[in-house]
């Protein structure tokens, strides 16, 4: 892949630039740590759910937080350290 960055500015097949796309994506997933795994599986999910409660009780700013990435990690902080039992399930 370094290779054929360095020797070629643009891909012309199609089809070539598709597989490549994949092959990347695949590489970039494999290269994430386990909490960054953590964070897109539960973290997300687990944001929507406290700012839709939030919202319920009136707090109308809370929708910002859902895209808030330091609360995102906050949340998945909380729950890759609670004591076994009472987080995710795997």
């Known amino acids: 892949m370094s290779l054929a960055a360095h020797l070629i500015d ?5 089809v070539l630039g598709v597989v ?10 494999a290269m ?8 897109e599986s539960f973290g ?3 944001a929507r759910m406290v700012v839709g409660q ?4 009136g707090c109308v700013g ?3 937080w859902a895209d ?3 609360f995102v990690r906050y949340l998945t902080f909380i729950e890759v350290n609670s004591p076994i039992g009472w987080g995710v399930q795997s």
């Open 54 to 57: 939030a919202v319920v009780f």
């Open 20 to 29: 490549l796309v994949k092959i990347l994506r695949k590489l970039i997933d």
């Open 62 to 64: 809370a929708r910002s």
């Open 44 to 46: 997300f999910r687990r």
């Open 10 to 14: 643009r891909v012309e097949s199609e």
């Open 68 to 70: 808030d990435l330091g």
């Open 32 to 39: 994430k740590s386990g909490f960054a795994r953590c964070m």
